[in-house]
Structures are given as C-alpha cells and as structure tokens.
C-alpha cells in the first residue's frame, strides 16, 4: 500500500493522460492471453480495444465485433503485457551528451513499453514532460516513462555530474529541491555519509516522495530497509558475496575503500555487511527482513554477465549494428582492458545464486539493464535479463512477472497496466511462441500494441532498420 500512496502523483503520466478515445476498434481474434497472475492460459479469446483501452475480452466465439475494426487474426499467437525495463539511463549525464531518442524505437519494437530512468537532473524535467506528452500523442514514438529520478552522492561524488549532500542540511535541501522539480523520486548513491542518507530517508518520507537505488558503503542493507528505500539497484549493499569468494571480497574491499573511507580499527559497515553475508544462514535472514519490509530488488544481472561472456562474442554482437561508431569507440576505450581478459563465469553465478537466494526469502523483483552501460542495448538486453532470471532458477512466468505485473505494483498503477484486463491500457505484446514454455520466446514479436496503436511486425522492423541507418550516418 505504501509503494502506491508514494508514487500515486505518477498517474497523471501513467494512466490520465493515456485515457483517450477516438471511436477506432482494433480487434485481436483467435489469440491465447497469458495471465501474469498464474492462472492458465486463456485460449482462443477476442481482445477487443477502443482507443487506447481493453473494452472487452471475450471467447472469439462470442465477442461481438465492431463494425469497421481493424481485424488482427492473433491464431496460435500469444498475448503479454507490455515490458518494462525499470533501470535506464537516457540522459547520458556522464558523457554529458545530448538523450539519444533514436533509442526509443529500439526500445518499442522489442515490445518495451515502458521505463524507469535512474538519472534524470532537476533541469531535465521539462524535456521529460514533453516526452510523455509525446507519448500520449503520438504512441509508438516514446516508451511510456513510468518514473525519472535525481542521482544524490556524496562528495566528492564518484560521477563529476551529479549532486551531493554531505551533511543532514544540504540533503533535505535537495530532497526538496527534487519535489519542487517534478522530479518522481530521489536515487542515493554509494559514498552518502550516514548522516546525508538517513536525513534524505527523513526528508523523503516528510514530502511525501519515495527513494531508492544505490545502498551507500555506510549503509547496511537492514538500515536501508527500516529507513524505507524503496528498491535496490545492482545487488548493492551485498555485492555477491559468497563463502567461496568471502576472504578475497573483503581485502578487495578494504582496498577500494582506502581512497574514499578511513578503514581504522573498527570494521566499516560494507565490510560489517560482507561478514554477515558470508554466512548463508545470516544472509537469508537479512533478505527475509527486506522482504518483510517490501523492499524491491533490481538486480541488472546483464552487467556481470557481460565480462562472464568471450571478448570476442561481445565485440562481435550483431546488435553494435544499431551503436553509433562513436559510441561504440568509448565503449572500447571505458572497459576495454576488462574485456581483454579471459572470460571468468564466477561473478555472474553467484550473482544468480543470490538472486535465488532472495527470492527465496520473499524478495520481489524488477527487471532492468542498466542502459547506457558499455555493450547493453536498449529493449534488446531486458530479454536478456528475463533470461538470466530464469537461468537463476526462476519459472519463465516468475522471470515474465518482472517486467510487466511487478513494475505496474511497484509505480502503484495496477489498475491500468501490468496486466491484460478489460479497463486497462492496451500497453501489449503479440508473441509467435509462448513465453511460459521457454522465456526467450519474448523475442519473438509479432507486434506490439503502445497505448492502443497497433505496430506490425514489418512496422517495427522498419523502426530498427532506420534506427540501424541513422547511427550508421553519424
């Protein structure tokens, strides 16, 4: 209930503006919808939609047609909710370079509707708006953008861009600062001092705006529970920790602490957290306390997955096809030494098997990719993420739950989106194959459906084919 009271000022983007009617019916015959809340498969059903709402769901044999409706024979197809990738970064805040929207289309025909971006400046608000007004106006153009949030570091901070807060003072001032900007929530970020993140918790909770996102090095994760942070991002706070790899964890650790956090004779909190971590029955505990405090987790598993794969797979990917030149060069230049190396598995199975480990203790999940990190690609690498749930041991509808029925509970709109109900926005999916049966099956898109407008197969091609032209022209 708190999650939604927090982010109910987010309909106006989310679900007001999205309610339109234009007297068009577009009507799906013969088509299977799956049920992200686990019942069976509903078969041979007719999804009718009016403007942009679901009006009717009904066996083919029995619906009553539209006169004048676009026709759409869905047989042997299946139907999903839109997806969602819940860690983006569209403003490119470290390169400080201009958004690339040329990235939206890439996002939609890969049938993500819609996004949460991680790192949104105060003066970038404007430019927010106008994109979801876009997205009202003209769908298929921009994924709906379900929240933006402001980054808030300690100082100095570990991007040069972002802001900070140092003492109790300043973080309130810049919580409020956020509110006043339109700004959906704040994100904090690894070198917070204590008293700075307890004081944003404080000040968060009195305006009436959520936090998430990082848990700072000061922080244990059971204070950022009791705190109230909303959502972990990248498994921080607990950074895969592991008896196997326990005692190396923790000298590396005290290591990248030096330069940035006094390391005395008492134990600083990350390395306090790793302790309690290396121990599996000590862990869970601490997973379950989160769970109980409905604290989400995000935990981008495509980032340690890619220095788990061949340097020569990832320099290989087809989908640099759709990667400026210049873009492509800086990602060679930022973590190319990295890629050099012999690919090592380890990292990502025991980020697997914490996921696993959490989920286990109750800990609900959001899917998201951490876009624009070097070799991820927008809308592309969320089906890869799906696929790393299911490969840590979720069921394909668990990994499925992610992104579609879990960021909708998560933004407090449920009662518009996430699911596939009469009332609700036509933010869907029409797949070739059923994702219950094998999760990549999510990338094959017959069409997509955004805020009611029908994108065909052919359509979207041509969206990634001029996405792939126009970063070759740059």
Not at 46 to 52: E, M, Q, R, T
Not at 222 to 243: C, M, N, P
Not at 311 to 319: F, G, Q, T
Request: proline content about 4%; some cysteine.
């Amino acid at each position: 209930m708190r999650i939604a009271i927090n982010f109910l000022f987010l309909l106006m983007s989310l679900t007001v503006l999205a309610q339109k009617d234009d007297g068009s019916y577009t009507v799906l015959k013969h088509v299977n919808i799956i049920d992200v809340n686990g019942s069976p498969i509903q078969t041979d059903m007719a999804v009718i939609i009016n403007g942009n709402r679901i009006s009717s769901i009904e066996k083919t044999s029995k619906a009553k047609i539209p006169k004048n409706a676009l026709i759409i024979d869905a047989r042997n197809k299946f139907l999903i909710p839109g997806l969602w990738d819940m860690h983006v970064h569209v403003f490119n805040n470290i390169s400080k370079t201009p958004p690339d929207t040329n990235d939206f289309s890439m996002y939609i025909a890969n049938g993500v509707t819609g996004i949460r971006e991680m790192w949104t400046k105060m003066e970038s608000m404007p430019e927010v708006n106008r994109w979801r007004k876009q997205a009202y106006e003209l769908p298929g153009t921009v994924p709906r953008i379900g929240a933006v949030g402001t980054m808030v570091d300690g100082f100095p901070s570990q991007w040069t861009n972002s802001d900070t807060a140092t003492m109790e003072v300043s973080a309130r001032q810049i919580v409020q600062q956020i509110k006043a900007a339109g700004i959906d929530f704040v994100k904090t970020y690894n070198r917070l001092p204590r008293k700075a993140y307890f004081a944003i918790a404080d000040e968060c909770k009195k305006q009436n705006i959520p936090f998430a996102g990082h848990i700072p090095n000061r922080i244990l994760l059971k204070e950022a529970a009791d705190a109230g942070q909303r959502s972990v991002e990248h498994l921080t706070g607990s950074r895969i920790v592991f008896e196997d790899d326990c005692e190396n964890f923790i000298a590396e650790t005290k290591k990248e602490l030096k330069d940035s956090i006094a390391v005395n004779s008492s134990i600083v909190p990350i390395i306090e957290q790793a302790l309690e971590l290396c121990d599996h029955d000590k862990a869970f505990a601490i997973f379950r306390y989160m769970a109980e405090k409905n604290v989400w987790h995000c935990p981008t598993m495509v980032l340690y997955k890619r220095f788990a794969t061949d340097s020569l797979v990832i320099v290989n990917d087809p989908r640099l096809k759709y990667i400026s030149s210049s873009e492509k060069a800086s990602w060679m230049k930022a973590t190319g030494s990295r890629l050099r190396r012999k690919a090592s598995p380890d990292y990502l199975n025991r980020a697997l098997a914490q996921v696993l480990q959490m989920k286990k203790a109750g800990i609900n999940f959001l899917a998201g990719t951490d876009f624009d990190n070097p070799y991820l690609y927008p809308g592309f690498s969320l089906h890869d993420e799906l696929q790393l749930f299911v490969d840590a041991g979720f069921s394909p509808l668990e990994a499925l739950q992610t992104a579609t029925i879990n960021p909708a509970k998560f933004l407090g709109a449920i009662d518009s989106l996430g699911t596939i109900e009469k009332g609700k926005i036509a933010d869907m999916v029409l797949l070739d194959a059923n994702p219950l049966t094998a999760i990549h099956n999510t990338q094959r898109i017959n069409a997509v459906f955004v805020n009611g407008k029908y994108l065909s197969k052919e359509t979207l091609q041509a969206m990634l084919d001029k996405a792939a032209a126009f970063v070759n022209k740059k």
